[in-house]
């Protein structure tokens, strides 16, 4: 891991403590929704933590550290689709880049373990389980576009967390980027029900409540993570 200077703890409390205070704010005023739009609030904290990476990649200088920022980017745009912009027609691509940033993701683990026939053995499953999906589901229901690209976004998501998995074992301070994955995953199965509505009983207020709850401090941990990557260790492929 990086050494810290003065600066470098100053930096990473401010990021800290406003990414804090957005995230209470936002919570406090969704428990009384229609009182202040907390869209902003919610854009904002991701908006800080691709700046924050971005501060981590000047402050490394190192190859690896570019691709948090890569995919926050590619978040960035996901949000702005499925959370600022209303227009269902832009839900597609909001979609599209939120696989692309899953794909970083994938980047980014394979870039550190450099193991090759992993990088093609998780090439197969993602093409295999993806389409495998995608026929059960068409077989239930009539599916369109939307929801077969939701299928191949979730398995691309979920294969990251259990491929990530790999690096806590090589060094225990990738547990940050790993849980940054799982609370991911929590956030979108509350997004999957709230769009789905197929359970009865569900009070999809909480569902919509939890799905915040759980995506803003997934970023930030998925943004710290760019402090602990780094290019010890890799064996050639």
Known sequence: MQKFKKIDWIVISVFLLIEMALYLSFLILDMNPGTIDTTWFKYSGVVLCLIFSIYCVFKKKDKISLFIPLALVFTLISDYFLLINTDMDLFIPGLATFIITQLIYFLLISYKRRKRNEFILNIILRILISAILIFVASTLVKIDWLVSLALIYFTQLLINFCYS???????????????????????????????????????????????????????????????????????KI
């Open 165 to 235: 998995v790999c690096l806590i074992k090589e060094d225990k301070k990738y547990l940050i980027f790993v849980s940054g994955l799982l609370i991911f995953i929590a956030c979108d199965i509350n997004v999957g029900l709230n769009n789905a509505h197929i359970i009865d009983g569900i009070d999809y207020k909480i569902v919509n409540y939890l799905m915040w709850l759980f995506y803003l401090p997934s970023q930030v941990l998925l943004a710290c993570s760019n402090l602990v990557f780094d290019n010890k260790n890799i064996q």
